[in-house]
């Protein structure tokens, strides 16, 4: 009977200890997530404007969008970076 008694007290105690800390985070539950996302989003409304993004052609971007994929079939050999006494990409003659 001791235990028992003792143990409720103690998870008592706990969860009362720990209820005040609660309303405080859900409070702010999220605003992280949000701001994040606000941060992240340079142009909300630029679904809506018709006027094409300066930077890349069509074509230039089609290009290099397939190059980046290529890269993951292929991916270009490795280099030595660290060269402690020896060539750069080749043998010694």
Known sequence: MFIKSTTL??????????????PNYDARFGDAVRDARKKMTLNPDAGKDGNPIAGMDGRS????????HESYKAPPPAL???NIGGQIGGTAK
């Open 80 to 82: 030595n970076v660290i």
């Open 61 to 68: 971007a089609s290009e290099s969008m397939k190059q980046y």
């Open 9 to 22: 007290a103690l998870a008592l105690l706990l969860g009362t200890g720990c209820s005040h800390v609660t």
